[in-house]
Protein backbone atom coordinates (compact mmCIF):
# COMPACT_ATOMS: atom_id res chain seq x y z
CA UNK A 1 0.00 0.00 0.00
CA UNK A 2 2.71 2.36 0.41
CA UNK A 3 3.40 2.24 -2.92
CA UNK A 4 0.08 3.03 -3.85
CA UNK A 5 -0.55 5.64 -1.55
CA UNK A 6 2.56 7.43 -3.15
CA UNK A 7 0.49 7.57 -6.07
CA UNK A 8 -1.67 9.87 -4.42
CA UNK A 9 1.95 12.55 -3.93
CA UNK A 10 2.03 14.74 -6.81
CA UNK A 11 5.48 15.03 -8.55
CA UNK A 12 4.98 18.78 -8.53
CA UNK A 13 4.09 21.26 -5.35
CA UNK A 14 1.92 24.09 -7.41
CA UNK A 15 -1.58 23.51 -6.08
CA UNK A 16 -2.70 24.66 -9.44
CA UNK A 17 -0.79 24.68 -12.64
CA UNK A 18 -1.87 26.71 -15.88
CA UNK A 19 -4.49 29.11 -14.62
CA UNK A 20 -3.87 33.01 -15.87
CA UNK A 21 -5.02 35.95 -13.91
CA UNK A 22 -7.38 37.55 -15.71
CA UNK A 23 -6.82 41.48 -16.36
CA UNK A 24 -10.36 42.34 -15.84
CA UNK A 25 -11.66 42.21 -12.14
CA UNK A 26 -13.08 38.88 -11.63
CA UNK A 27 -16.86 38.40 -10.39
CA UNK A 28 -15.99 38.14 -6.81
CA UNK A 29 -14.53 41.93 -7.15
CA UNK A 30 -17.40 42.92 -8.59
CA UNK A 31 -19.92 41.61 -6.22
CA UNK A 32 -18.09 42.82 -2.98
CA UNK A 33 -17.87 46.53 -5.09
CA UNK A 34 -21.84 46.30 -5.41
CA UNK A 35 -22.10 44.84 -1.70
CA UNK A 36 -23.66 41.50 -2.93
CA UNK A 37 -23.89 39.32 -0.04
CA UNK A 38 -21.51 36.12 0.03
CA UNK A 39 -22.59 32.39 0.52
CA UNK A 40 -20.82 30.13 2.66
CA UNK A 41 -16.72 30.33 2.76
CA UNK A 42 -16.71 33.52 1.20
CA UNK A 43 -18.33 32.70 -2.24
CA UNK A 44 -20.06 35.39 -3.78
CA UNK A 45 -23.69 34.37 -4.17
CA UNK A 46 -26.26 35.79 -6.40
CA UNK A 47 -30.13 36.44 -5.17
CA UNK A 48 -32.20 33.57 -5.03
CA UNK A 49 -34.85 36.10 -6.65
CA UNK A 50 -32.72 37.17 -9.72
CA UNK A 51 -29.59 36.09 -11.81
CA UNK A 52 -27.38 38.28 -10.32
CA UNK A 53 -24.93 39.53 -13.06
CA UNK A 54 -26.40 37.09 -15.22
CA UNK A 55 -28.50 39.84 -17.22
CA UNK A 56 -24.97 42.14 -17.93
CA UNK A 57 -23.75 40.38 -21.49
CA UNK A 58 -21.05 42.05 -23.49
CA UNK A 59 -21.48 42.10 -27.38
CA UNK A 60 -22.11 38.82 -28.99
CA UNK A 61 -18.60 38.34 -30.83
CA UNK A 62 -17.98 35.23 -33.10
CA UNK A 63 -16.75 31.87 -31.35
CA UNK A 64 -14.77 31.35 -33.99
CA UNK A 65 -15.35 27.60 -34.36
CA UNK A 66 -17.39 26.44 -31.59
CA UNK A 67 -20.27 27.41 -33.75
CA UNK A 68 -21.99 29.98 -30.97
CA UNK A 69 -21.77 32.71 -30.25
CA UNK A 70 -19.21 33.82 -26.61
CA UNK A 71 -20.80 35.47 -24.28
CA UNK A 72 -19.23 36.53 -20.72
CA UNK A 73 -19.24 33.69 -18.13
CA UNK A 74 -20.83 34.89 -15.00
CA UNK A 75 -22.49 33.88 -11.76
CA UNK A 76 -24.61 32.17 -10.46
CA UNK A 77 -22.88 28.73 -12.52
CA UNK A 78 -24.92 26.08 -13.91
CA UNK A 79 -22.96 22.98 -12.43
CA UNK A 80 -23.11 19.06 -13.40
CA UNK A 81 -21.51 16.69 -11.58
CA UNK A 82 -21.19 12.87 -12.20
CA UNK A 83 -21.54 10.17 -9.36
CA UNK A 84 -23.02 12.87 -6.99
CA UNK A 85 -25.26 11.51 -4.17
CA UNK A 86 -22.32 10.51 -2.02
CA UNK A 87 -18.38 10.94 -0.98
CA UNK A 88 -16.91 14.00 -3.12
CA UNK A 89 -19.53 14.21 -5.69
CA UNK A 90 -21.90 15.30 -3.11
CA UNK A 91 -19.61 17.62 -1.23
CA UNK A 92 -18.89 19.51 -4.24
CA UNK A 93 -22.44 19.26 -5.07
CA UNK A 94 -23.14 21.09 -1.43
CA UNK A 95 -20.41 23.41 -1.70
CA UNK A 96 -21.54 24.84 -4.98
CA UNK A 97 -24.88 25.12 -4.07
CA UNK A 98 -23.93 26.73 -0.94
CA UNK A 99 -22.17 29.58 -3.21
CA UNK A 100 -25.41 30.60 -4.89
CA UNK A 101 -25.63 28.00 -7.98
CA UNK A 102 -27.73 25.58 -9.70
CA UNK A 103 -26.20 21.94 -9.52
CA UNK A 104 -27.63 18.64 -11.67
CA UNK A 105 -26.00 15.82 -9.58
CA UNK A 106 -26.83 12.18 -10.97
CA UNK A 107 -25.92 8.21 -10.40
CA UNK A 108 -26.73 5.18 -11.10
CA UNK A 109 -29.28 4.62 -8.42
CA UNK A 110 -32.46 6.13 -9.11
CA UNK A 111 -33.81 5.68 -5.48
CA UNK A 112 -30.15 7.65 -4.34
CA UNK A 113 -30.79 10.46 -6.74
CA UNK A 114 -34.30 10.98 -5.21
CA UNK A 115 -33.21 10.93 -2.19
CA UNK A 116 -30.62 13.15 -2.15
CA UNK A 117 -32.36 15.53 -4.07
CA UNK A 118 -34.94 15.69 -1.64
CA UNK A 119 -32.55 16.53 0.55
CA UNK A 120 -31.26 19.42 -0.61
CA UNK A 121 -34.12 21.16 -2.24
CA UNK A 122 -34.89 21.15 1.50
CA UNK A 123 -31.57 23.19 2.84
CA UNK A 124 -31.19 25.05 -0.45
CA UNK A 125 -34.64 25.35 -2.33
CA UNK A 126 -36.67 24.16 -4.96
CA UNK A 127 -35.29 25.89 -8.28
CA UNK A 128 -31.80 25.14 -7.75
CA UNK A 129 -30.66 21.20 -8.09
CA UNK A 130 -32.07 18.96 -9.74
CA UNK A 131 -31.05 15.02 -10.32
CA UNK A 132 -31.58 11.83 -12.48
CA UNK A 133 -29.95 8.61 -12.70
CA UNK A 134 -27.36 7.88 -15.08
CA UNK A 135 -25.12 5.21 -15.82
CA UNK A 136 -22.02 6.64 -17.52
CA UNK A 137 -20.97 3.28 -19.30
CA UNK A 138 -23.80 3.77 -21.47
CA UNK A 139 -23.90 6.43 -24.27
CA UNK A 140 -27.77 6.85 -24.26
CA UNK A 141 -27.47 7.39 -20.50
CA UNK A 142 -25.38 10.80 -21.03
CA UNK A 143 -27.47 11.62 -23.99
CA UNK A 144 -30.56 12.04 -21.78
CA UNK A 145 -28.73 13.46 -19.30
CA UNK A 146 -27.61 16.29 -21.14
CA UNK A 147 -31.62 16.65 -22.39
CA UNK A 148 -31.87 16.91 -18.91
CA UNK A 149 -29.72 19.62 -18.11
CA UNK A 150 -31.23 21.58 -20.91
CA UNK A 151 -34.56 21.33 -19.66
CA UNK A 152 -34.03 22.18 -16.14
CA UNK A 153 -30.88 25.08 -16.75
CA UNK A 154 -30.71 25.09 -20.57
CA UNK A 155 -26.86 25.45 -20.63
CA UNK A 156 -24.26 23.92 -18.34
CA UNK A 157 -21.23 26.39 -17.52
CA UNK A 158 -19.04 23.29 -15.28
CA UNK A 159 -19.49 19.80 -15.89
CA UNK A 160 -17.03 17.61 -13.58
CA UNK A 161 -16.85 14.54 -14.24
CA UNK A 162 -16.33 12.55 -10.85
CA UNK A 163 -18.23 8.74 -11.29
CA UNK A 164 -15.93 6.29 -10.92
CA UNK A 165 -15.01 3.31 -9.30
CA UNK A 166 -12.42 0.37 -8.25
CA UNK A 167 -15.28 -2.01 -7.46
CA UNK A 168 -14.17 -2.33 -3.89
CA UNK A 169 -11.65 -4.70 -4.91
CA UNK A 170 -8.33 -4.42 -3.36
CA UNK A 171 -6.39 -7.35 -4.96
CA UNK A 172 -3.56 -8.31 -7.17
CA UNK A 173 -4.81 -8.10 -10.88
CA UNK A 174 -4.27 -11.93 -10.95
CA UNK A 175 -7.09 -12.45 -8.44
CA UNK A 176 -9.15 -9.95 -10.03
CA UNK A 177 -12.62 -11.03 -11.56
CA UNK A 178 -13.45 -10.41 -15.44
CA UNK A 179 -16.58 -8.42 -13.54
CA UNK A 180 -14.57 -6.42 -11.22
CA UNK A 181 -12.01 -5.80 -14.07
CA UNK A 182 -14.89 -4.54 -16.50
CA UNK A 183 -16.81 -2.24 -14.06
CA UNK A 184 -13.79 -0.40 -13.63
CA UNK A 185 -12.26 0.13 -17.04
CA UNK A 186 -15.71 0.92 -18.12
CA UNK A 187 -16.50 3.17 -15.43
CA UNK A 188 -13.20 5.10 -15.32
CA UNK A 189 -12.37 5.22 -18.95
CA UNK A 190 -15.07 4.31 -21.21
CA UNK A 191 -17.90 6.59 -18.84
CA UNK A 192 -15.28 9.53 -18.60
CA UNK A 193 -15.06 9.42 -22.93
CA UNK A 194 -18.56 9.38 -23.35
CA UNK A 195 -18.91 12.08 -20.77
CA UNK A 196 -16.77 14.03 -22.08
CA UNK A 197 -17.96 14.04 -25.70
CA UNK A 198 -21.23 14.78 -24.87
CA UNK A 199 -19.93 17.72 -22.38
CA UNK A 200 -17.96 19.37 -25.39
CA UNK A 201 -20.58 18.52 -28.25
CA UNK A 202 -23.04 20.61 -25.64
CA UNK A 203 -20.96 23.29 -24.87
CA UNK A 204 -19.34 24.24 -27.96
CA UNK A 205 -22.58 25.61 -29.11
CA UNK A 206 -23.64 27.29 -25.98
CA UNK A 207 -22.72 31.65 -26.19
CA UNK A 208 -21.00 30.89 -22.45
CA UNK A 209 -19.15 28.24 -24.10
CA UNK A 210 -17.71 26.07 -20.79
CA UNK A 211 -15.43 24.28 -18.96
CA UNK A 212 -15.37 20.53 -18.00
CA UNK A 213 -13.55 18.71 -15.02
CA UNK A 214 -11.90 15.25 -15.08
CA UNK A 215 -11.14 14.22 -11.67
CA UNK A 216 -7.50 11.95 -11.30
CA UNK A 217 -6.84 9.79 -8.84
CA UNK A 218 -4.24 7.36 -7.57
CA UNK A 219 -1.91 6.05 -10.28
CA UNK A 220 -3.02 9.51 -12.31
CA UNK A 221 1.21 10.36 -11.91
CA UNK A 222 2.27 7.10 -13.33
CA UNK A 223 3.40 5.77 -10.18
CA UNK A 224 2.53 2.25 -9.58
CA UNK A 225 -0.99 0.65 -7.21
CA UNK A 226 -0.36 -2.30 -6.19
CA UNK A 227 -3.53 -4.12 -5.24
CA UNK A 228 -5.87 -1.62 -7.35
CA UNK A 229 -3.63 -1.89 -10.31
CA UNK A 230 -6.66 -1.67 -13.10
CA UNK A 231 -7.75 1.30 -11.22
CA UNK A 232 -4.28 2.85 -11.68
CA UNK A 233 -4.26 1.94 -14.88
CA UNK A 234 -7.63 4.18 -16.07
CA UNK A 235 -6.69 7.14 -13.50
CA UNK A 236 -3.59 7.35 -15.71
CA UNK A 237 -5.12 7.76 -18.78
CA UNK A 238 -7.40 10.71 -17.38
CA UNK A 239 -4.73 12.77 -17.25
CA UNK A 240 -3.45 11.75 -21.10
CA UNK A 241 -7.16 12.16 -22.07
CA UNK A 242 -7.63 15.79 -20.87
CA UNK A 243 -4.34 16.60 -22.45
CA UNK A 244 -5.75 14.85 -26.08
CA UNK A 245 -8.79 16.35 -25.40
CA UNK A 246 -7.00 20.10 -24.88
CA UNK A 247 -5.55 19.62 -28.41
CA UNK A 248 -8.11 18.71 -30.39
CA UNK A 249 -9.65 21.72 -28.82
CA UNK A 250 -7.42 23.79 -30.23
CA UNK A 251 -7.09 21.93 -33.40
CA UNK A 252 -10.70 22.63 -34.04
CA UNK A 253 -10.62 26.07 -33.22
CA UNK A 254 -13.31 25.89 -29.98
CA UNK A 255 -12.32 28.38 -28.71
CA UNK A 256 -15.23 28.22 -25.81
CA UNK A 257 -14.45 25.25 -24.33
CA UNK A 258 -11.73 23.87 -22.21
CA UNK A 259 -10.84 20.72 -20.45
CA UNK A 260 -8.95 20.23 -17.16
CA UNK A 261 -7.90 18.06 -14.58
CA UNK A 262 -9.28 18.32 -10.82
CA UNK A 263 -7.16 16.16 -8.08
CA UNK A 264 -8.85 15.85 -4.41
CA UNK A 265 -5.96 13.78 -2.85
CA UNK A 266 -6.90 11.03 -0.81
CA UNK A 267 -10.67 11.47 0.43
CA UNK A 268 -12.29 9.48 3.16
CA UNK A 269 -14.64 8.13 1.02
CA UNK A 270 -16.04 4.55 1.51
CA UNK A 271 -13.93 3.85 -1.71
CA UNK A 272 -10.60 4.86 -0.32
CA UNK A 273 -11.47 3.25 3.36
CA UNK A 274 -12.58 -0.22 2.20
CA UNK A 275 -8.83 -0.56 1.21
CA UNK A 276 -7.57 0.47 4.97
CA UNK A 277 -6.47 -3.30 5.60
CA UNK A 278 -2.93 -3.05 6.08
CA UNK A 279 -0.28 -1.28 8.55
CA UNK A 280 0.81 1.09 5.55
CA UNK A 281 -2.82 1.79 4.14
CA UNK A 282 -4.14 2.49 8.16
CA UNK A 283 -0.92 4.96 8.10
CA UNK A 284 -1.03 7.07 5.07
CA UNK A 285 -4.69 7.90 5.02
CA UNK A 286 -4.59 8.75 8.34
CA UNK A 287 -1.56 10.93 7.54
CA UNK A 288 -2.91 11.96 4.33
CA UNK A 289 -6.96 11.96 3.62
CA UNK A 290 -9.55 14.72 4.35
CA UNK A 291 -12.75 14.18 4.55
CA UNK A 292 -15.30 14.65 2.07
CA UNK A 293 -16.36 18.90 2.87
CA UNK A 294 -12.47 20.03 3.53
CA UNK A 295 -11.74 18.83 0.40
CA UNK A 296 -14.67 20.37 -1.13
CA UNK A 297 -14.48 23.52 0.90
CA UNK A 298 -11.13 24.31 -1.44
CA UNK A 299 -11.92 22.49 -4.35
CA UNK A 300 -14.99 24.14 -5.36
CA UNK A 301 -13.58 28.22 -4.94
CA UNK A 302 -10.96 27.62 -7.09
CA UNK A 303 -12.90 25.85 -9.98
CA UNK A 304 -15.01 28.75 -9.70
CA UNK A 305 -12.13 31.85 -10.29
CA UNK A 306 -11.89 30.19 -13.74
CA UNK A 307 -14.98 31.37 -15.38
CA UNK A 308 -14.60 34.61 -12.92
CA UNK A 309 -11.81 35.24 -14.76
CA UNK A 310 -13.55 34.64 -17.94
CA UNK A 311 -9.95 32.01 -18.21
CA UNK A 312 -9.86 29.27 -21.29
CA UNK A 313 -6.55 28.04 -20.30
CA UNK A 314 -6.18 24.86 -18.87
CA UNK A 315 -5.46 24.13 -14.95
CA UNK A 316 -4.60 21.68 -13.17
CA UNK A 317 -5.98 21.96 -9.70
CA UNK A 318 -4.48 20.30 -6.76
CA UNK A 319 -5.40 19.81 -3.34
CA UNK A 320 -3.12 17.16 -1.88
CA UNK A 321 0.05 19.22 -2.99
CA UNK A 322 3.62 17.48 -2.46
CA UNK A 323 4.92 20.02 -0.66
CA UNK A 324 1.64 19.49 2.35
CA UNK A 325 1.76 15.86 1.50
CA UNK A 326 5.57 15.41 2.41
CA UNK A 327 5.47 18.25 5.61
CA UNK A 328 2.76 15.95 6.92
CA UNK A 329 4.66 12.80 6.42
CA UNK A 330 7.40 14.65 8.70
CA UNK A 331 5.13 15.42 11.21
CA UNK A 332 4.18 12.23 11.44
CA UNK A 333 7.42 10.70 11.98
CA UNK A 334 8.84 13.30 14.12
CA UNK A 335 6.36 14.19 16.46
CA UNK A 336 3.48 11.09 15.73
CA UNK A 337 1.06 13.64 14.32
CA UNK A 338 -2.40 12.70 13.19
CA UNK A 339 -2.04 9.31 14.41
CA UNK A 340 -5.49 7.29 14.47
CA UNK A 341 -7.11 10.46 13.63
CA UNK A 342 -9.28 8.21 11.13
CA UNK A 343 -8.44 4.00 11.73
CA UNK A 344 -7.06 2.60 14.32
CA UNK A 345 -3.11 1.59 13.40
CA UNK A 346 -1.81 -1.83 14.80
Same mark, same amino acid.
Given at each position: #????????????????????????????????? =???????????????????? /???? %????????????????????? $?????????????? /????????????????????????????????? &?????????? $?????????????? =????????????? /??????????? $????????? &?????????? #???????? *???????????? +?????? !????????? +???????????????????? &?? @?????? *?? #??????? !? #?????????? /???? @? %?? +? +?????? &?????????? $???? =???????????????????????????????????????????
Amino acid at each position: #MAASVAAHLPLRAPARVGAAPSRRPSVAAVARF =RGRPEGRGGLPTAPRGGRGL /AGVR %AEAVSDGGGGARKEPMVPPYN $VLITGSTKGIGYAL /ARKFLGAGDNVIICSRSAERVESVVAELKREYG &EQHVWGTACD $VRDGKDVKALVDFA =RDKLKHIDIWINN /AGSNAYTYKPL $VETSDEALM &EIITTNTLGL #MICCREAI *NMMRNQPRGGHI +FNLDGA !GSDGRPTPR +FAAYGATKRSVVHLTKSLQA &EL @QMNEVN *NV #MVHNLSP !G #MVTTDLLMSG /ATTK @Q %AK +F +FINILA &EPPDVVADYL $VPNI =REIPSNQSMKPTYIRFLTGLKAYTRIFSRLAFGSRRNKYVTED
